[in-house]
Structure formats: C-alpha cells, structure tokens
C-alpha cells in the first residue's frame, strides 16, 4: 500500500484529536473549541483516507506560528503531525 504524505505543524488540541481521535476538551461544554478543531482536521483529511502519524522529529517548543491545522494564532507548543493519505 502507498501512502502520500502531508506535513502539518500543529497545536496540541489538533494534535492529541488527530493522534487519539477523543474529545479535546472534556471541560468545553459548549463544544465549540472541540467542533472547530474536528472542523479543521476533516478539511485536511476531505476525500482521501489513511491515518495520522505523530512525525516527533518536527515537533517544537514555543511557537509563535499559526497551527496549519485549526489556524489558531495563539502561542503554544507546535507538533509534528503527518496525515498519509492511502493513493
Ligand atoms: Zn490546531
């Protein structure tokens, strides 16, 4: 099976959604962190199907950087995180 790779740099509530598939926040009652970050990882996954990989080589400290996910321009830490879509 072949595998295209997709690198994103990404903040930790789309990395640990991605990486676990669980709820981001049990405490956001509201959902709305939680939907927008669902939101944003089916707009990386859209037609294609594979899995996430965890790429620990790429992950950061401190990042002022926009999560290339969820678009979130808060500072926090960035993590390596591949989608390998099945081609
Ligand atoms: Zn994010």
Do not use: Q
């Not at 996430?52 to 926090?76: I, Q």
């Amino acid at each position: 099976m072949e595998f295209e790779i997709y690198e994103y740099d990404v903040c930790h509530d789309c990395f640990y959604a991605a990486m676990t598939g669980d709820p981001v926040d049990p405490m956001d009652e509201h959902g709305d962190r939680e939907k927008e970050v669902w939101d944003a990882i089916e707009g990386i996954i859209g037609e294609t199907k594979g899995h996430f990989a965890a790429a620990e080589e790429r992950d950061e400290g401190f990042s002022w950087r926009s999560c290339e996910c969820c678009k979130d321009g808060l500072g926090g830490s960035r993590y390596g995180l591949n989608w390998l879509a099945r081609v």
